[in-house]
């Protein structure tokens, strides 16, 4: 089992660009969740998705943040007209089911995707 | 709503001596809790969970928490740090009968010193 794979690990965008950053969740996991962690603010959730559900967003930016997780292929998050305050370590988890992660079974995270825009 | 609170931005501690990293929580019942390590440009790592039971929890790398409900904590503790034990440490916690999505501390930084 591969584990959680996120790519890239490093991402540098201009400002004005768009990100795109990927997540493939454990082998089974159908459920995935998206965390920024930004120096001494800790890990900020983000977004929870289902295979193509979005079931809970309330940590997303409300502007220029999107997220899919389609039928097939990773779940990816997607950040348009990049700017400097985007700069952070994203990190994706996954789990078999429902509340399955950082509920009663342990955590499955990614090595996270190092945004920074210049 | 739920929330935790790391007091610590960094310990410090000699090898081969005891450390705990402190953690305390705020949630409307009962806490399901939780310690993560992270090591430089890594993921998050599990340590170990308090969901309910005994109030003192094992787990990786010799680690262990206590749960104390009057005190609403769950420090992490090791008898004997190593420098390998160097890194960034996550507290988490969440309200089983609320929101299922948990909220993290900042962290802690623990530096072993040889």
């Known amino acids: 089992n591969a584990g959680v794979m996120q790519n890239p690990r490093h991402l540098v965008r201009r400002r004005g660009q768009e990100a795109r950053l990927r997540c493939s969740p454990m082998?089974?996991?159908?459920?995935v969740y998206w965390y920024r962690q930004l120096p001494e603010e800790g890990l900020k959730f983000m977004v929870y998705l289902q295979k193509e559900n979005i079931i809970d967003e309330s940590g997303m930016p409300k502007e220029r943040f999107s997220a899919e997780f389609p039928k097939e292929g990773p779940s990816i998050l997607r950040i348009q007209q990049v700017v400097r305050g985007d700069s952070a370590a994203y990190f994706c988890a996954s789990s078999p089911r429902k509340g399955g992660v950082l509920w009663r079974t342990e955590a499955f995270f990614g090595q996270g995707t190092r945004l920074t825009v210049v | 709503a739920q929330s935790v609170a790391q007091p610590e931005d960094q310990v410090n501690v000699a090898e081969g001596n005891p450390l705990t990293v402190k953690c305390t929580y705020s949630v409307s019942g009962n806490p399901y809790l939780f310690w993560y390590v992270q090591y430089p440009n890594r993921g998050l790592q599990f340590l170990l969970k308090y969901i309910t039971g005994d109030n003192l929890v094992k787990g990786s790398y010799g680690f262990e928490a206590e749960f104390n409900k009057s005190q609403t904590s769950f420090h992490l503790k090791k008898p004997s740090a190593l420098v390998s034990d160097s890194a960034l440490y996550f507290c988490a916690v969440r309200d089983p009968g609320g929101s299922y999505i948990p909220t993290f501390g900042r962290g802690t930084s623990l530096i072993v010193h040889p």
């Open positions: 082998k089974g996991h159908s459920h």
